[in-house]
């Protein structure tokens, strides 16, 4: 599907926003009993036969359903507008657009590896998410 651009692409980035805010944060089935789900807060479909929260009984958390997704157009966009490219090295910044990409520096490049990537990103002008 072809990005938006311009106004529409930012009347879409704040509709997104607005959704965003509007979805409720989806726990797992009977997290609030039991210790072991309340410190690993992840999404687990329902399939009990009886399970109430596939159900959808009255006073039971939401599922995740289809409905809650944001405008296909910005899907996966940052909230910029810029397509984000996870970068592992300095190579990696060739070809990229300015006015397209953002860089998202790997979690695992290390502190001497990052400061050479951070300034060659500067030097062609791209921004970094994770600076």
Same mark, same amino acid.
């Given at each position: 599907?072809? +990005?938006?651009?311009?106004?529409?692409?930012? %009347?879409?980035?704040?509709?997104? *926003?607005?959704?965003?805010?509007?979805?409720?944060? #989806? =726990? +797992?089935? /009977?997290?609030?009993? #039991?210790?072991? #789900?309340?410190?690993?807060?992840?999404?687990?479909?329902?399939?009990? !036969?009886?399970? *109430?929260?596939?159900?959808? =009984?009255?006073?039971?958390?939401? &599922?995740? $359903?289809?409905?809650? %997704?944001?405008?296909?157009? @910005?899907?996966?966009?940052?909230?910029?507008? /810029? $397509?984000? @490219?996870?970068?592992?090295?300095?190579? $990696?910044?060739?070809?990229?657009?300015?006015?397209?990409? !953002?860089?998202? &520096?790997?979690?695992? @490049?290390?502190?001497?590896?990052?400061?050479? &990537?951070? $300034?060659?990103?500067?030097?062609?002008?791209? +921004?970094?998410?994770?600076?």
């Amino acid at each position: 599907m072809a +990005r938006p651009s311009g106004e529409e692409l930012q %009347r879409l980035l704040r509709l997104r *926003k607005k959704l965003k805010s509007r979805k409720p944060e #989806f =726990l +797992r089935t /009977l997290w609030w009993k #039991f210790p072991k #789900f309340k410190n690993d807060p992840k999404w687990r479909k329902p399939k009990g !036969i009886d399970n *109430k929260m596939r159900l959808r =009984l009255k006073g039971y958390p939401p &599922i995740v $359903e289809v409905g809650y %997704r944001g405008p296909a157009a @910005v899907r996966g966009l940052h909230p910029t507008g /810029l $397509e984000p @490219v996870l970068v592992h090295n300095e190579k $990696e910044l060739e070809g990229l657009d300015p006015s397209k990409h !953002i860089v998202v &520096i790997a979690s695992t @490049v290390g502190l001497k590896k990052r400061l050479k &990537i951070l $300034e060659k990103a500067h030097q062609l002008g791209l +921004r970094v998410a994770n600076e």
